[in-house]
Structure formats: structure tokens, C-alpha cells
């Protein structure tokens, strides 16, 4: 019973300090959030296989930093992921 506890345990800690990384969001729900640098625009975003790709652009002088929010939608709704990127003005 105290091992079971322990292994218990030792999964929900190195799932608390693997929040926020991408394969575990992709893979079992959870947040990530990527800050881009000041002046770059996002223009499109994919996965393959565990890594996150995005394709970015400088912003031009008539746009403004957006926040785009993705968000999976799964079969049953439990491992529901959301990626969040935040652009930055100049």
C-alpha cells in the first residue's frame, strides 16, 4: 500500500514539474505558453510528432501584438491541451 502511494506520488510531482512542456500537453492535456520576442508576429503553428513548430514573421509598423490561443479538442474532452502565444509590440 505505501509503495503504491509513493509511485502514485512520484507521478503527479514529475507531472507538476513537467507542466508546461509540450509533448505532455500535446499528449495529456495541460498549458503551454510561449512568449515571442518584441516585434515578431505569429503566422502559423503544427506539431510534429512532439515538438512544437511556429512560423514567425516581424510585425510590421501598422500591426499590433495579438494573444492566439489553441486549443485541442479531444474524443472525450479528458486530455483537452491548449497552447497559448503571446506576441509582444516593439
Known sequence: MIKKTILISFIFICMFFLFGCQAITKDFGGETIITLDPGVKLEEITWKEDSLWYLTR????????????????????????????IEQDK
Open 58 to 85: 516581424p510585425m510590421q509598423e501598422n500591426e499590433k501584438a495579438e494573444t492566439h490561443i489553441f486549443k485541442q479538442s479531444s474524443n472525450f474532452g479528458v486530455f483537452s491541451g491548449t497552447v497559448t502565444i
